[in-house]
């Protein structure tokens, strides 16, 4: 059957939206669990836009892309040739790295933003692409705002490029403005009228700002295009990008209607989507297609009647098909190492040696205090472990004051290498309180900018994940903890963020201008 490429950009579109962005350990947690889900392409940056960007995109090509049936390493770019140098430098080490540039082709970005003619793009997009092309055969090339362009000149540019030896042509709705037929309509007309198209893999990226992304994905997929670019939980700029697991199981689910397929191992939908949420602290809605809490929930009195006498009646997917977990007891206090290592391996992580031992430490200290262990709790407690930075301080004690007419109060311990460092602080509650006692400890003011819990599972006793993003002096960070006590979780992750700043990674750059 006819093969769909997915390309997920996650990593690269999908980080660059507020709130999103993940650091190095983040992505490669999430570029693992991609590569198990068995994309063909991972987007893992845009490496000129900053070190961080660089670094993290360097490290999926070493540790995702080396591995054996590794998806594609790509980075993204700019036209300019410093940009596919640095570009190229980052995702090289990959089995099968590829470049891919781009450059707008509407007059309204040429005349606005670019400030150049058409032909000068024209000229700056082969030089790019013959550039990438002696660095590796694997170039993809994206005429931005394809949907608002003149088509003629659009269609000059692709065949040039083609030309020039780009191997896939990706056709981006950069502001989702496209309507499904009309988009269809250009994709088909690009097929027959641009020099060489029958020898590459057109592509499409679509934008949600209509909400149409995912139905002018498929429609573009209906009229020839053999890859789609999208991301999990449909994350991305303004109001995202195609979501992933939307695109996949319509494709899935109607491969009767489109006549293709995905190498996509669809089982493996639900844990992309949970660990983008612990990773970015940002959850999908409820009523979400696929992924979403209520995404299987048969609630009117009819439709549960129907399921129970044939699940056919109104289940068009099943909640297996995507690797959605029944949410039962998995372990409990007297489960043993192996258990713990053999569920985890189950759930997509795979820990062994020191990092198992801390996790086993964590599921003790989680038993002790909770009765039932959850998929979800493992969850939260692998996936902090995993993907927190260097710990600079770490938490040694923690006392708070706290109820109607007290002022409240917290005396914190904190511990930097072989020293504890104590103080207290009052607050307007009981979080402000620990913040303050912790600023007072490392001398570091956060401006909180955003704070978000939410319960992991049901029940009163239930892991509470805190997501948090604070502004020191600036820089602005996220971080992230988890604890049955939410006071604790929020003091883990106030200080996960703290030690973003302490140790930071790279310099992250504003923002990058095509
Ligand atoms: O939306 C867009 O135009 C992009 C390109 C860089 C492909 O993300
Ligand atoms: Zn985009």
């Given at each position: ?106 007059d309204i970005h040429l005349k606005y933003k670019l400030r150049k ?398």
């Open positions: 059957m006819d093969r769909v490429i997915i390309f997920d950009t996650s990593l690269r579109d999908g980080e660059q939206a507020p709130g999103f962005s993940m650091n190095t350990a983040e992505k490669l947690e999430m570029a693992r669990q991609l590569a198990r889900l068995n994309v063909d392409v991972i987007e893992a940056g845009f490496p000129i836009s900053s070190d961080e960007d660089f670094e993290a995109t360097r490290e999926v090509a070493r540790q995702v892309g080396t591995l054996e049936g590794a998806p594609i390493i790509c980075g993204l770019s700019r036209v300019g040739l410093m940009d596919i140098d640095r570009c190229w430098e980052a995702v090289k080490y990959a089995r099968r790295p590829r470049i891919h540039t781009f450059v707008a082709t509407s003619s058409r032909a000068e793009i024209l000229q700056a997009s082969v030089e790019a692409v013959k550039h990438a092309r002696s660095y590796c055969e694997d170039v993809e090339f994206s005429p931005e705002d394809a949907s608002r362009s003149d088509f003629d000149y659009m269609c000059d540019v692709l065949s040039a490029v083609i030309e020039a030896g780009a191997r896939t042509i990706n056709i981006p709705d950069t502001v989702g403005y496209a309507i499904p037929r009309e988009w269809g309509e250009r994709i088909a007309r690009i097929r027959e009228k641009v020099r060489g198209m029958d020898k590459v893999v057109l592509s499409v990226h679509c934008h949600n700002d209509l909400g149409q992304a995912v139905a002018n994905s498929v429609t573009g997929v209906m009229n020839g295009a053999r890859q789609v670019e999208c991301t999990i939980n449909g994350i991305g700029e303004r109001a995202g990008n195609a979501s992933l697991e939307e695109v996949v199981m319509a494709l899935h689910t109607r491969k009767d209607f489109f006549g293709v397929e995905t190498g996509v191992r669809t089982e493996e939908i639900f844990k992309a989507s949970r660990l983008l949420s612990h990773i970015t602290g940002i959850h999908v809605q409820p009523n979400k297609a696929i992924v979403g809490e209520n995404a299987f929930a048969h609630e009117a009195g009819i439709h549960q009647d129907g399921v129970l006498k044939e699940k056919l009646t109104y289940e068009i997917m099943r909640p297996e098909d995507i690797g959605r977990p029944s949410n039962k007891l998995v372990l409990g206090k007297h489960s043993g190492r192996h258990a713990l290592a053999a569920r985890l391996k189950d759930l997509g992580f795979d820990l062994a040696g020191s990092e198992l031992d801390r996790a086993f430490k964590k599921f003790k200290d989680l038993a002790d205090r909770k009765k039932e262990v959850f998929d979800e709790d493992l969850m939260s407690i692998v996936t902090d472990e995993a993907t927190q930075g260097p710990e600079t301080y770490g938490l040694e004690y923690l006392h708070v004051i706290s109820g109607t007419g007290v002022v409240p109060s917290a005396t914190v311990k904190l511990r930097r290498d072989d020293q504890v460092f104590q103080d207290s602080g009052v607050g307007d509650g009981p979080v402000d309180a620990v913040l303050a006692a912790m600023e007072a400890i490392t001398g570091l003011k956060g401006r909180l900018l955003d704070y978000s819990l939410r319960s992991a599972t049901s029940g009163k006793d239930a892991i509470g994940e805190v997501s948090m993003k604070i502004d020191f002096d600036g820089t602005v960070v996220s971080g992230r903890g988890s604890s049955t006590d939410v006071i604790e979780a929020s003091a883990r992750a106030y200080l996960s963020a703290l030690n973003r700043v302490v140790q930071p990674v790279g310099q992250r750059m504003t923002e990058v201008g095509p």
